[in-house]
């Protein structure tokens, strides 16, 4: 039976380097309106391609207790328009969309 070592998480630790030049280089901070929020993506095809599904993330990020920043896919966004679900999300106070 080998032996198990715990080398660290590569998601982590590349965040971790990459941290200190998005700060300097990135301002899309100053355009996040809210002091306190969480981050959501929605972009894979299974979430997107489903009208149900979408509409339902959709509805729980602008139920949420929280305020959710959503970077926006153009493939996602073109799929909310299809939906006509698209105005709705933009005028919702707890939801803000960001272009991705």
């Known amino acids: ?35 306190k929020f969480a981050l959501a993506t929605v972009h894979r095809a299974e979430n997107v391609d489903n009208p149900v599904i979408l509409k339902n993330l959709m509805e729980a990020f602008m139920e949420s207790p929280i305020p959710i920043v959503c970077p926006m896919h153009p493939r996602t966004k073109k799929r909310l328009k299809q939906n006509r679900v698209y105005a709705k999300i933009k005028k919702s106070k707890n939801l803000q969309i960001l272009p991705q």
Request: charged share 20%; proline share 3%; glycine share 8%.
């Open 1 to 35: 039976m080998g032996k198990i070592y715990v080398t660290g998480n590569t998601v982590i630790d590349a965040v971790m380097q990459h941290i200190p030049i998005a700060e300097g280089k990135s301002k899309i901070i100053d355009t996040i309106v809210f002091e």
